[in-house]
């Protein structure tokens, strides 16, 4: 098992060292889709405000991953 886990963090590390801005990129567009959804939605996904905290919490993931690799 924690052979496993370590084949997989391997292989992201090698997938997201060459596109350090990747994870940012993705947490931004999050943040626009949860912006275009208040605007015309009133549904559960909406009002919870899911896309923005997503994107915010990958945004700072994807920083702090390209500070480390």
Avoid: E, Y
């Avoid at 931004?28 to 939605?41: D, E, R």
């Amino acid at each position: 098992m924690l052979q496993t886990l370590s084949t997989i963090l391997d292989r992201l590390s090698d997938f997201f060292a060459p596109r350090k801005g990747l994870l940012p990129l993705i947490g931004l567009v999050l943040v626009l889709i949860n912006f275009v959804l208040q605007i015309f939605t009133s549904g559960w996904v909406a009002q919870t405000n899911c896309f923005l905290h997503l994107g915010l919490i990958l945004a700072i993931a994807g920083f702090m991953l390209a500070r480390a690799l």
